[in-house]
């Protein structure tokens, strides 16, 4: 039985986009366990969906969020594109706070 860890690294290398986009990992993650479960994703009401994830029925979109960062850390290969120019924003921004030169 393969982990959620496990599972969102193969999304990451299967889908590159899934590494830029937490929603979109999170929506196909959730996609591949409905089928799982046996129900049919096109069929699926959105009450269901919102009982489903109010039941616990399938995996915490922060579980997935924040496993996917910690891979990401990690694995320098499966960071996406925006990855880096998020990091340098941040980077500069709080160099600027605290009184230091960006260039």
């Known amino acids: 039985m393969?982990?959620?860890r496990d599972k969102i690294i193969?999304?990451?290398m299967d889908n590159p986009s899934n590494s830029d986009f937490s929603n979109k990992l999170i929506?196909?993650?959730?996609f591949k366990e409905i089928i799982k479960s046996g129900a049919d994703p096109k069929e699926l009401s959105a009450f269901d969906l919102l009982n489903m994830i109010a039941n616990y029925k399938?995996?915490?979109s922060e579980t997935i969020r924040r496993t996917?960062?910690?891979i990401q850390k990690e694995?320098?290969?499966l960071r996406g594109k925006n990855y880096k120019k998020r990091q340098t924003t941040l980077q500069n921004k709080v160099r600027k706070e605290l009184?230091?030169?960006t260039n």
């Open 2 to 4: 393969k982990t959620v």
């Open 58 to 60: 399938l995996t915490s």
């Open 75 to 77: 694995h320098k290969e």
């Open 68 to 70: 996917s960062a910690d």
């Open 27 to 30: 929506a196909n993650f959730w």
């Open 99 to 101: 009184g230091y030169e």
């Open 10 to 12: 193969k999304m990451l």
